[in-house]
């Protein structure tokens, strides 16, 4: 069974922010939610984090709802080079024998 | 910091064949998992490894298998290959155990294994 639910593809006007949404309806209280990205023919790559409080880094913010049942990635000022699949992945702490579990994520593409 | 290192990079084997795939992680980083990448079934985790001992494996057969040399370098070698194994092999480390609350994970750039 799935734990997230993403679109399967979004267009963004490059410049503008992309805002990617995440369903996590089923997250138990000590799972985290990650993003990753990977561009094509390249490694996933580690965008973000959180449990509970929103989040930003240099790449991006987090926000995730009160009830934490689904959260938003936001890139402030999307750019050609955003364009690439993005993986929203719930994860508990402390343990887990699967690694990380990807799904099929959201296809964003940046049009110039 | 250099980052994730794969070798090689590119491969083709026949069916019956085996492979050994190397993945040299990020200076300092003690854990490495293996993770298969396929158009059909995605990425799939494979097994992880910390401090030389297997922690974690996926539902993969024993024709997979892997090691962890003391350096934290680690190795996975696919026997008896089959066309199915055709993929992306993406080795990630991280600087944490998977049981620990924040598990990055550092991608490689994977290498890209083709059976005929």
């Known amino acids: 069974d799935a734990k997230t639910t993403q679109p399967p593809s979004m267009d963004c006007a490059e410049g503008r922010a992309a805002n990617l949404p995440c369903n996590h309806s089923t997250i138990s209280g000590n799972e985290y939610v990650y993003w990753y990205r990977q561009i094509h023919s390249q490694g996933p790559q580690y965008i973000i984090h959180?449990?509970?409080n929103n989040e930003t880094n240099e790449m991006a913010s987090l926000i995730i709802t009160e009830d934490r049942k689904s959260s938003t990635l936001i890139l402030p000022h999307a750019t050609l080079r955003d364009t690439a699949v993005y993986y929203c992945i719930v994860r508990e702490a402390g343990g887990g024998a699967d690694g990380l579990t990807f799904g099929k994520g959201t296809h964003l593409i940046i049009q110039p | 910091k250099a980052g994730v290192t794969q070798t090689p990079r590119y491969l083709i084997k026949t069916r019956g064949q085996q492979v050994t795939l190397s993945c040299s992680p990020i200076s300092g980083h003690r854990s490495v998992s293996w993770y298969q990448q396929t158009p059909g079934q995605g990425l799939q985790f494979l097994f992880e490894?910390?401090?030389?001992?297997?922690?974690n494996k996926g539902n993969f057969p024993g024709r997979f298998s892997g090691r962890q040399f003391s350096n934290s370098r680690s190795e996975m070698n696919v026997s008896t290959l089959e066309l199915g194994d055709s993929a992306l092999y993406l080795c990630?480390?991280?600087?944490?155990?998977?049981?620990?609350?924040?598990?990055?994970?550092?991608f490689g750039p994977g290498t890209r294994l083709t059976v005929t």
């Open positions: 990630a480390s991280s600087p944490l155990g998977q049981s620990t609350p924040n598990y990055e994970q550092y």
């Open positions: 490894y910390f401090s030389e001992t297997q922690r």
């Open positions: 959180g449990l509970k």
